[in-house]
């Protein structure tokens, strides 16, 4: 069964440095999100990508938050500058909106640490 | 802007008896809503999911309800197993992307 991959599976880093979490989405899906989860917390929406172009953000995607699909299987989350408070697992996910009731396939995550 | 919330942070129930996890939402005008379970150190996986002109949805073991009147969401388990011991999140379903609730941890007592 296809599924949603993400590398690495933990990221530890200093805070002020820039990371690359990558993910590699179901080769036929079409949308492409990323969510974090704060330890203990709900999943938060971050970002959603279709066509080459962010569709939508929330508040927490801010100017450090970038996403990009360099080829046609990676969709990567830049931050460019972590802070403590970005230590979170970071889901990848994506879609194929030609189905009726749409599903997002969660990847297993990317637990970043900013030390 | 929307709420999804749960009314229980924790469910335990013997192996074998049903499990019933409960969401309330607050946007009325959400389409579909989607349950979600999570294992430790993995992602959300789907389970089921209801469009908000159904009141109910079955799928193996498992059954949604969905009341408008009130805005509450249901995840029904039957039989439940020590395989489903996990947090079941209810999500809403904006434009394009997912808002989560807060969780309930489902424990299944052997």
């Known amino acids: 069964e296809p599924e949603v991959t993400q590398t690495p599976s933990h990221q530890v880093t200093q805070m002020g440095q820039e990371v690359i979490l990558r993910c590699v989405p179901i080769?036929?899906?079409?949308?492409f999100y990323w969510y974090r989860q704060i330890l203990g917390q709900k999943v938060e929406f971050l970002v959603s990508f279709y066509n080459n172009e962010i569709s939508e953000k929330s508040e927490i995607f801010d100017d450090q938050f970038s996403v990009e699909r360099p080829d046609g299987s990676n969709f990567t989350l830049k931050i460019r500058s972590t802070k403590l408070e970005d230590s979170a697992m970071y889901f990848c996910?994506?879609?194929?909106?030609?189905?009726?009731?749409?599903?997002?396939?969660f990847g297993p995550g990317t637990r970043l640490t900013v030390t | 802007g929307e709420s999804v919330g749960l009314h229980l942070p924790t469910l335990s129930v013997q192996e074998g008896d049903n499990s019933i996890i409960n969401c309330a939402y607050s946007n009325s005008a959400s389409d579909y809503f989607i349950w979600y379970k999570q294992e430790s150190g993995k992602g959300p996986q789907f389970i089921i999911d209801i469009r908000s002109n159904m009141d109910k949805r079955q799928g193996q073991r498992v059954t949604v309800l969905l009341n408008k009147t009130v805005k509450h969401l249901s995840l029904q388990i039957a039989a439940t197993q020590p395989g489903d011991s996990a947090v079941y999140f209810c999500a809403e379903t904006g434009a394009n992307n997912l808002f989560f609730g807060t969780g309930t941890r489902l424990t299944v007592i052997p």
């Open positions: 080769s036929n899906h079409l949308y």
């Open positions: 996910a994506s879609s194929d909106r030609d189905r009726y009731f749409y599903e997002q396939y």
